[in-house]
T-cell receptor
């Protein structure tokens, strides 16, 4: 138990569906991240919400839309995805500032399959 | 070329063996992280270090800032150590992480 919870753990969706991934952290952290993990590739940063600032990887398609309503919750809204978007999506949190700045705490991941 | 390179990509060891996984990076960093990912996906942070050496149980992590190189050592390896080990370089701005592709370790009883 890392203190970061992701739901759903598994999701199968068609290309025309709209779905959302949810992440919740119970660690009091002030930064949250979405990463994509494809087979045999490094973890790819998609979005960061940190100290009320949003940073995004410019290569992420607009069919992925993040939402961070507060410091404990993070969503990834999915819309008209492509089969190549099938991957493991990992949420992480960290504390910016202080002695443990930057240590990442990951959720279990949401395994997404796009048909 | 990836900013973080790990070797080996795959490693099989007999139980009890001493294991070393290497990580080289090409960017300026504020810290270097070692992560462990078990089958099923969940990732756990093992070490975060910016200099020298850290030890936690049978795991030891070292970093050489001048050579931009870090190693993860596992002493007296055990089948439960079987996992993917990922090296991640945290950039100077703090928000940016560069990940290696991981080393898949299998420890055979």
């Amino acid at each position: 138990e890392t203190g970061v919870t992701q739901t759903p753990r598994h999701l199968v969706m068609g290309m025309t569906n709209k779905k959302s991934l949810k992440c919740e952290q119970h660690l009091g952290h002030n930064a949250m991240y979405w990463y994509k993990q494809s087979a045999k590739k490094p973890l790819e940063l998609m979005f960061v919400y940190s100290l009320e600032e949003r940073v995004e990887n410019n290569s992420v398609p607009s069919r992925f839309s993040p939402e961070c309503p507060n410091s404990s919750h993070l969503f990834l809204h999915l819309h008209t995805l492509q089969p190549e978007d099938s991957a493991l999506y990992l949420c992480a949190s960290s504390q910016r500032g202080g002695p443990h700045t930057g240590e990442l705490f990951f959720g279990e991941g949401s395994r997404l399959t796009v048909l | 070329k990836n900013e973080v390179e790990q070797s080996p990509q795959n490693l099989t060891a007999q139980e009890g063996e001493f294991i070393t996984i290497n990580c080289s990076y090409s960017v300026g960093i504020s810290a270097l992280h070692w992560l462990q990912q078990h089958p099923g996906g969940g990732i756990v942070s093992l070490f975060m270090l910016s200099s020298g050496k850290k030890k936690h149980g049978r795991l030891i992590a070292t970093i050489n800032i001048q050579e931009k190189h870090s190693s993860l050592h596992i002493t007296a390896s055990h089948p439960r150590d079987s996992a993917v080990y990922i090296c991640a370089a945290q950039g100077n701005t703090g928000n940016q992480f560069y990940f290696g592709t991981g080393t898949s370790l299998t420890v055979i009883p």
